[in-house]
Every structure is written in C-alpha cells, then in structure tokens.
C-alpha cells in the first residue's frame, strides 16, 4: 500500500436501478485530501484506461471544479481505491 496515500473513508454508490455503480473515497495525502471516485475494473478494459477521477476537496468547498483547477490525475489513485476496495469486500 502507499505510504504516501491512504483511504479514509469509502462508500459504494448505486447509479440510480440500472446504472454503473462505483466507490468514493477520501484519500489523505500529504497535505491534501482528495475525493477520489473510482469506477469498476470492467469500465477500464471497456474504455481502454483507468476510469477513476480525483479531485481535491478544498477545492470543491470552494466550488472549483474546472479543468486545470481541480483536475488530477486518477490513475495515480486507482491502485490505493483497488486495495480498499479489495479489503472491504472481503470483511
């Protein structure tokens, strides 16, 4: 597991009765604390890449969500939510 990322606080989210669901986190690095959502393993082979978005959460206090502002990169997230995730499902 990093050490530089940890997983705070996880939740599974149903998208509506049909929908693709996915987990949130909260991922505490360094200084940061970043909303990370992360979708399943099948979306990413159906799009090719990583299908997790990350964005930091004072930012989104502040209601910054634009590209380049509040844009990071989820694939350097996705392995510490896949670990999460990987133990949660196994309690």
């Given at each position: 597991m990093s050490m530089t990322k940890k997983v705070t606080k996880l939740a599974y989210h149903r998208n509506?009765?049909?929908g693709l669901g996915f987990w949130v986190g909260i991922v505490k690095e360094e200084k940061d604390r970043m909303l990370v959502v992360?979708?399943?393993k099948e979306a990413d082979k159906e799009t090719g890449g990583v299908v997790c978005a990350a964005f930091n959460i004072d930012l989104l206090n502040d209601n910054v969500i634009e590209f380049a502002q509040n844009s990071y990169r989820g694939d350097h997230f996705n392995e510490i939510m896949d670990e999460a995730i990987a133990k949660r499902e196994a309690e």
């Open positions: 509506g009765v049909s992360r979708f399943p």
